[in-house]
C-alpha cells in the first residue's frame, strides 16, 4: 500500500538505499541535496555516503520538513515546497519507493521547465504504478494549498511519465524545447 510520508529518520536505510539505485544511473540529485553555501544559506552536503550516519540523516529530514515554510533558509532559486517520500508499506515492512515534490509557487525557470510537482521513483520500484498513485495524492495537497491547476512537466521522450500525468487527467498545453508542459486539476 503505498502512501506519502514526511521525511522519517526511521526510513534512513531504505531512503539511501534508494538513493543509491538512483546514483547508479546518475539521478542521484532527485534524493540527495547538494548545495553550496551561499548568503542566507548555510549549504548542505547530502550524499549517500553523508546519509548514512543516522545524526546527518535526521538533520536531512529535519530540513526537508522545513522547507515547506516560508522563513526556512533555502538555496537561491528554490520556493516553498512540501517535499515527501513514497512509501510502500507490505507485511515484510516499509520501503522507500520514491519522492514527490510540490513547488508552492513558480519562478520563470518552473513556468517553463519544472512545474509544482517532481517525482522520482527508485529503479527497483518502476512499473508497479507508484508515480501515478503518488501524483493522485499529492493533487488534495495542492488544492488544500490553494493550487490548482498544477502544471507538472516531463520530458518529450519519457513516455512512462507522459503516462502518469495522463492517467491523473493531465492536459497537454504546449512543448517547450524538450519539455511537454501539462496541467493537472486539483480539485475534482
Known amino acids: 500500500m503505498l502512501r506519502l510520508s514526511e521525511p522519517d529518520p526511521a526510513l534512513r536505510t531504505s531512503y539511501v538505499d534508494a538513493l543509491r539505485e538512483l546514483d547508479g544511473e546518475g539521478n542521484g540529485h532527485y534524493f540527495a541535496m547538494v548545495h553550496a553555501p551561499e548568503p542566507g544559506y548555510a549549504g548542505a552536503n547530502f550524499t549517500a555516503d553523508t546519509l548514512q ?60 521547465v519544472a512545474g509544482h510537482v517532481g517525482y522520482a521513483v527508485r529503479p527497483s520500484a518502476r512499473r508497479r504504478g507508484h508515480a501515478t498513485r503518488a501524483l493522485g495524492l ?35 498545453e504546449d512543448v517547450r524545447g524538450s519539455k511537454m508542459r501539462f496541467w493537472v486539476a486539483t480539485s475534482r
Not at 488534495?140 to 491523473?168: F, H, Y
Open 53 to 112: 550516519d543516522p545524526d546527518t540523516f535526521t538533520e536531512f529530514c529535519s530540513r526537508t520538513v522545513a522547507m515547506t515554510q516560508p522563513d526556512s533558509p533555502r538555496p537561491a532559486g528554490w520556493v516553498t515546497g512540501t517535499y515527501l517520500w513514497m512509501v510502500d508499506d507490505t507485511p515484510a515492512g516499509s520501503e522507500v519507493v520514491g519522492r514527490i515534490s510540490l513547488r508552492h509557487a513558480l519562478t520563470p525557470w518552473l513556468l517553463e
Open 138 to 172: 499529492i493533487l488534495p495537497i495542492a488544492a488544500a494549498r490553494g493550487i490548482d491547476p498544477v502544471l507538472v512537466t516531463c520530458d518529450e521522450d519519457n513516455v512512462a511519465s507522459r503516462k502518469v500525468i495522463e492517467a491523473n487527467g493531465g492536459v497537454l
